[in-house]
């Protein structure tokens, strides 16, 4: 099985200030979300799912290990302004979780304007 992850593409290098996901904005479905979110960058703008390993850059790194009420609903975070063409989330379930679709995300956002103090969760819900 290969690498599990979701992403965007866009048509032009652009710089980016955070990025927002969820796995349920209704917080109805508590499941399915725990494990390491690897947020990698690239400023490739030919990149598909084929592309390398090599062709991403760390931009953070995120385990969820513990249940808590908010954790399926939209998280905001942001980091240091950074030049991509795309980003993506790298998804690694919880050795605890078995079988396939163990982590399942149903959005994601990308955002430019800068935000003060870097690399924080900004808001949840929304």
Request: net charge negative.
């Amino acid at each position: 099985r290969g690498k599990m992850f979701i992403g965007i593409r866009l048509q032009n290098v652009v710089e980016m200030t955070g990025i927002a996901w969820s796995r349920d904005n209704t917080n109805k479905l508590k499941d399915k979300y725990m494990g390491t979110y690897r947020v990698q960058y690239t400023v490739n703008q030919d990149v598909d799912e084929e592309s390398p390993d090599d062709t991403w850059m760390p931009l953070f790194t995120l385990s969820i290990t513990n249940v808590t009420s908010d954790a399926t609903i939209r998280h905001l975070y942001s980091f240091p302004p950074t030049t991509a063409s795309a980003i993506r989330i790298v998804v690694e379930p919880s050795a605890s979780r078995t079988g396939p679709n163990v982590i399942a995300l149903d959005e994601i956002e990308i955002y430019g304007e800068p935000i003060d103090n870097y690399f924080f969760l900004v808001e949840t819900g929304g």
